[in-house]
């Protein structure tokens, strides 16, 4: 199982650009990454997913590098209500084999 | 639709009893599972479900039961509660490949255990 990384907590201001990295160095072939958005006393929601290269929708983009050891989530221009924990997940395609990291805690102020 | 259920939302239960946790999903996902989550240690996989009768164990199983007799529900047993089992247990289920699906979580249920 691939063992993820992220830091533990992040601050931003309005408006900024965030940036959460999720290091995965033994990431196997068939691995999947995933972010996921929890806010206190609910269940973890999805964010993005992506293979390779770049990933963006509606909320976020998602970088990963060509060797896929890192993975980075981006949200543009982050209001208040984006103050929540963040996740990452690696997991097989069968779901067989998953690992959440432990999550980055991202403080928005105004 | 309902999306993912559990229940209770709160139980608080003496070391040595059993209990179950309940799961429910009307979206006719294949793919369930059940996480526990602790403070600093995000969310462990404890057992999932492929399929109705078909279950596994993932990273966290001893002290807990499942079954998967329906597609809709995934209950979790405990058969002996213990004080490490304190803990905010998630349901969630995913359709087709867990891995490459989104996971819808079910609000989860609080477990104390004295």
């Known amino acids: 199982l691939a063992k993820t990384t992220q830091p533990i907590s992040m601050d931003s201001y309005e408006g900024q650009e965030v940036n959460i990295t999720c290091s995965h160095n033994?990431?196997?072939?068939?691995?999947?990454i995933t972010w996921y958005q929890q806010f206190p006393s609910q269940g973890p929601r999805f964010i993005i997913q992506g293979y390779k290269t770049k990933v963006t929708n509606e909320v976020a983009s998602l970088f990963i590098p060509a060797d896929r050891k890192s993975s980075t989530l981006s949200l543009p221009r982050v209001s208040l209500s984006d103050t929540a924990v963040y996740y990452c997940?690696?997991?097989?395609?069968?779901?067989?084999?998953?690992?959440f990291g432990k999550g980055t805690t991202l403080s928005v102020s105004s | 639709n309902a999306g993912v259920t559990q229940t209770p939302k709160f139980q608080v239960l003496k070391t040595g009893q059993s209990m179950t946790l309940q799961c429910a999903q009307d979206?006719?996902?294949?793919?369930m599972s059940w996480y526990r989550q602790d403070p600093g240690m995000g969310l462990r996989l404890i057992h999932y479900s492929v399929g109705a009768g078909i279950t596994d164990q993932g990273e966290v199983p001893n002290g807990y039961n499942v079954s998967r007799s329906t597609t809709e529900d995934f209950p979790l047993r405990l058969l002996s509660a213990a004080p490490s089992q304190t803990s905010v247990y998630f349901c969630a289920s995913t359709q087709g490949l867990a891995g490459e699906g989104e996971q819808f979580f079910g609000p989860g249920t609080r477990l104390t255990v004295l």
């Open positions: 033994n990431i196997a072939t068939n691995d999947y």
């Open positions: 997940l690696v997991a097989n395609q069968a779901g067989t084999a998953l690992i």
């Open positions: 979206m006719n996902h294949e793919y």
